[in-house]
């Protein structure tokens, strides 16, 4: 049960890293309509520099992406674990129940 009680451990550790992940996309998916739109909307003269930022934006958003998913196919994983230990220690009761019943059915 130590087993399964460390990956729970590991598994909201990453779900913090991923919820703060997803909080870093959204901020930067914001930031990068806000710069698109001023693109759009913006003299030549500042559409150099905001051209810049935007490309920034977006290399922020790729890296992002790029960690999130190997995150969640690790969250995947310490869950699948945790699964596993759970059915180990509920074939382990099962035993455990077995044995005493066969020990509270014998006649004295």
């Known amino acids: 049960m130590d087993a399964a009680n460390g990956h729970y451990k590991s598994l909201m550790e990453l779900d913090q890293e991923i919820v703060k992940l997803f909080g870093d996309l959204a901020t930067a998916m914001e930031e990068k309509e806000k710069l698109q739109q001023q693109l759009e909307s913006g003299s ?3 559409a150099a520099g905001t051209q810049v930022k935007l490309d920034h934006c977006r290399v ?8 999130i998913g190997p995150k969640l196919q ?13 059915v ?3 074939e382990e009761l099962s035993e455990m129940a077995k044995i005493n019943d066969e020990f509270c059915n014998v006649s004295i």
């Open 44 to 46: 030549s003269n500042e």
């Open 60 to 67: 922020q958003i790729k890296s992002i992406v790029a960690e």
């Open 74 to 86: 690790n969250f995947d994983e310490v869950n699948n674990e945790i699964a596993t230990c759970l």
């Open 88 to 90: 180990k220690r509920k």
